[in-house]
């Protein structure tokens, strides 16, 4: 189990060994999730996006919608 502590701004550090599994680098996003009184970080990467693909059964448009977003984001 890894620990971090909270700073007065409510900033955390994601611990190296997690950084490094997760691939989570400098600027990128992440999401909050509640779920059965647990708090769950996920990282907002290509794999969790793809997980998503079908699931509104758009056949991949929004995965490609978000993909092209996230892309127009990296280049500014």
Known sequence: METSIVTTKGQIVVP???RS???IKKGTKVAFIEQNGK???QPLDENYFESLA???G???EMLKSLMEDKKREREL
């Open 58 to 60: 758009t056949e991949g």
């Open 39 to 41: 708090l769950i970080i």
């Open 21 to 23: 599994k997760y691939r």
């Open 16 to 18: 190296a060994k997690m």
């Open 54 to 56: 079908g699931i509104l």
